[in-house]
């Protein structure tokens, strides 16, 4: 018999059956005559170079990959050398957007122009502080969390207090403003509102009566564009966090229980630190939200094809959870370049490997309920169908597996070998795996020395009755 590997599942002391996402594997929707898809191991992180600080945000411009390390503005080369170019202050996250000739950075709660030569700030007193800065029909338009503030027309370096605007439907502070099809978005902490450019000699921009919506943002950097629309995290005034998508004049909630249950897991002034960011790449669309201990991951195409939400976890750890050390992804020089948000290093995602800064890191899989009716059965075998031999030269890794009958207590492991470089047909099985009194589930634990792909669990299980063996 065939058990799920996509998702497991686990019990906690609530009682609750709980979702147990693959921890550093993909779910990648593909049929290849053993499975209708399989699990990749998510790409490794290579260094390529070391930079003045934590990296706090990126973005390409005009080729050229432009990155804030600790408190420096600085460029990145595809080889990762780094040139800094100033200083623009500040210890959190930033906000940057460019125009057609010069690059706006909001860090410190101050605006920052980079031209091409020269770093300068924004000094016109009508600015106040800079939350997020974005551009959009010829204005860099900010936010101080109550006003949305935009720049002059002739000069980007001159705000006019008449041009102010405000959010209008609901006085909840304004997170985030950024731009879509040429109308500007709000996000205010319980809704979003959108705004068309009417020109005119006050704010330039007018509220949208049909397309606000009763959802809002958690953060200033907890959204993300994806293709042509958002996907935020937040919630309406007095409801719990949770993850959506924005849709014509709407919005739809693409977050499963178990990712809700994680969210509730932090305080809002954590989850208000968040940075969510895309990754288009290889027929997958992901939604990355950076937590303080992990990365959830919603992947959108995925989600669609096999008609069911597809979420997996990413952290940079051996065991457990662990602050997912990649971040500020940006495609430039065709490579995903990231930064290291707890070092001042560089370097770009790679499938060649999955070790993360050169550190060997940990994953993690289980299964659904393996179900005998109620009666019980004799587990002969577990066979993991993997693709194999494609590990570093010299490595012999281990593959790992327990069991549970209640779903938090946890069998001794069992290894197995995966398999050397070059033994691509090795099978991975753990034979003689005793009984089966009433239900169980299996989960599966290596490092990254063992770089394989799980395609299927196939199970050899003999029931001792003649109830039917099912699954859950």
Not at 410 to 422: F, P
Request: charged share 20%; glycine share 12%; proline share 4%.
């Amino acid at each position: 018999m065939q058990i799920p590997i996509v998702a497991g599942i686990y019990t906690d002391g609530a009682p609750d059956f709980r979702t147990a996402y693959p921890r550093n594997w993909i779910p990648v929707p593909k049929k290849n005559g053993i499975s209708d898809g399989y699990l990749r191991q998510a790409d490794g992180i290579e260094s390529l170079g070391t930079g003045p600080g934590a990296e706090r945000g990126a973005i390409n411009w005009n080729g050229t990959l432009f990155r804030v390390m600790g408190t420096k503005l600085c460029t990145v080369s595809k080889a990762g050398a780094v040139t800094v170019l100033g200083d623009v202050g500040g210890s959190g996250l930033v906000s940057m957007d460019y125009s057609f000739d010069r690059l706006g950075i909001a860090s410190d709660g101050k605006l920052w122009y980079w031209d091409g030569t020269t770093l300068s700030q924004v000094t016109d007193p009508d600015i106040g502080t800079v939350l997020d800065v974005h551009w959009i029909a010829g204005y860099f338009m900010t936010t101080d969390g109550t006003s949305i503030v935009t720049t002059d027309l002739a000069d980007p370096a001159s705000v006019n207090v008449l041009h102010y605007g405000s959010a209008e439907a609901d006085p909840d502070p304004v997170m985030a403003v950024d731009e879509l099809r040429n109308e500007a978005y709000a996000f205010g902490r319980y809704t979003v509102e959108v705004y068309q450019n009417v020109g005119g000699t006050g704010f330039p921009f007018e509220r949208i009566d049909g397309a606000q919506v009763g959802k809002g943002c958690i953060g200033t950097h907890a959204y993300c564009s994806l293709g042509n629309t958002f996907v935020f995290t937040g919630s309406g005034r007095g409801e719990a966090p949770a993850v959506y998508q924005m849709v014509p004049g709407d919005v739809q909630k693409v977050s499963t229980r178990e990712i809700d249950t994680i969210l509730l897991g932090y305080t809002e002034a954590e989850l208000s630190q968040i940075r969510m960011e895309t990754r288009v790449d290889k027929s997958h669309q992901h939604v990355l939200i950076h937590l303080p201990d992990q990365c959830l991951v919603y992947d959108t195409m995925a989600s669609a094809e096999m008609q069911t939400p597809v979420w997996f976890v990413l952290t940079t750890a051996l065991t457990g959870l662990g602050q997912y050390r990649a971040r500020g992804l940006v495609w430039c020089y065709d490579q995903w370049n990231v930064g290291d948000p707890q070092s001042g290093a560089v370097g770009r995602l790679t499938g060649d490997v999955s070790t993360h800064w050169g550190q060997r890191n940990g994953w993690e899989f289980g299964t659904s309920i393996i179900y005998n009716a109620g009666s019980g059965a004799i587990v002969h075998e577990l066979e993991l169908v993997c693709l194999t031999g494609r590990v570093a030269l010299g490595a012999d890794p281990v593959i790992w597996t327990s069991y549970s009958t209640d779903g938090q207590t946890w069998s001794q492991e069992r290894s197995a070998r995966a398999g050397r470089q070059g033994e691509r047909n090795k099978r991975i099985a753990w034979r003689t795996q005793g009984k089966l009194s009433h239900w169980r589930m299996q989960r599966f634990r290596g490092t990254s020395d063992a770089h394989v792909a799980a395609v299927r669990l196939e199970a050899q299980i003999e029931p001792l009755y003649t109830k039917a063996t099912s699954y859950g």
